[in-house]
């Protein structure tokens, strides 16, 4: 099956460009979000790589109430709106339920299934019917191929413009691992592959403030493997001072190592380009 392209503003996702998902886990205050945006800008103009702008208004799936989760619909939004606006960025967050679909899709770019919900038909048909591109994350739950069902949910909802992400999957207790074979798997579905590095580091259990919550270590080679399997795009976290942030504080890159970070990927990706044509 040939791969499909799914343009997102002037994105082509799918092609032989790679595509870069970033911003803080959690829409925080408005200098956080917009600092970042302001570096995501200046790695996308000297990597000559696009990037799709990515922040939650809502984490609805923390692992305790007292546990920040984001602004809300409404004013994430907003700021999500002024990050779109001032730097020219497509924007992408997540819904966790059906009746944020719709309000969501008056500013997103591309509206996110979250992993856990990947099989909830209301939220994947709800997304699919704004006409938006709707990126589907991989349940930890799932064997790839299995994603063929969330997305053919979105198609029987009137919608083929669908991203599949993957971001690793439960081994054993509160450990992610990433198969490379899912990369195949996944990409026999047609659709454009992500990548999701900084999500398949973390250490489910422990807290995200504290240090042991994340493998940052890995960061480097799982990324440079996944490109190397031929993912489309990566999908990386990233915040001005991770320590500080108030979601996935021990997985997210510190946005000012983006640009190193990325170099040696942005190759890997072009050799595999390469060996591929």
């Known amino acids: 099956m040939s791969k499909k392209i799914v343009k997102v ?10 595509f870069l998902i ?6 925080e205050d408005e200098s956080i979000m917009m600092k970042t945006a302001e570096m995501l800008k200046e790695i996308s103009e000297k990597l000559n790589i696009p990037v799709i702008y990515k ?26 709106q002024k990050v779109k606006e001032q730097f020219g ?17 008056e500013v997103l770019d591309v509206i996110q299934i979250p992993a856990y919900l990947c099989m909830q038909s209301s939220i994947v048909t709800a997304a699919a019917k704004t006409g938006k591109v709707v990126n589907i994350k991989h349940g930890q739950f799932l064997a790839p191929e299995n994603m063929a069902k969330p997305a053919q949910k979105a198609v029987d909802a009137g919608n083929d413009q669908i991203i599949l992400t993957e971001r690793g999957y439960t081994f054993g207790y509160n450990d992610l691992i990433v198969d490379p074979r899912s990369f ?40 440079r493997a996944g490109v190397a399997a ?37 190759e890997f990706h072009n050799l595999e380009v390469k060996y591929r044509k």
Do not use: W
């Open 55 to 80: 922040s939650s208004f809502t984490k609805d799936n923390r692992s305790a109430l007292d546990f920040f989760h984001g602004p809300g619909l409404d004013e994430g939004l907003k700021i999500l």
């Open 230 to 266: 031929g993912v489309d795009g990566i999908f990386i976290e990233a915040h001005p001072d991770p320590s500080t942030a108030k979601c996935d504080a021990a997985s997210q890159l510190c946005v000012f190592d983006l640009e190193e970070f990325l170099k040696p990927v942005i």
């Open 184 to 223: 195949y798997e996944m990409g026999k579905t047609g659709y454009p592959i992500v990548f999701d590095v900084t999500h398949s580091i973390r250490k489910y259990g422990i807290p995200s403030a504290d240090p042991s919550g994340g493998a940052r270590e890995y960061l480097p080679v799982l990324s």
């Open 89 to 105: 960025f497509p924007v992408l967050s997540d819904i966790h339920d059906h009746t944020q679909a719709a309000p969501a899709a």
């Open 9 to 18: 503003g002037n994105i082509e996702c799918g092609a032989d460009e790679l």
């Open 22 to 27: 970033s911003g803080p886990c959690v829409i």
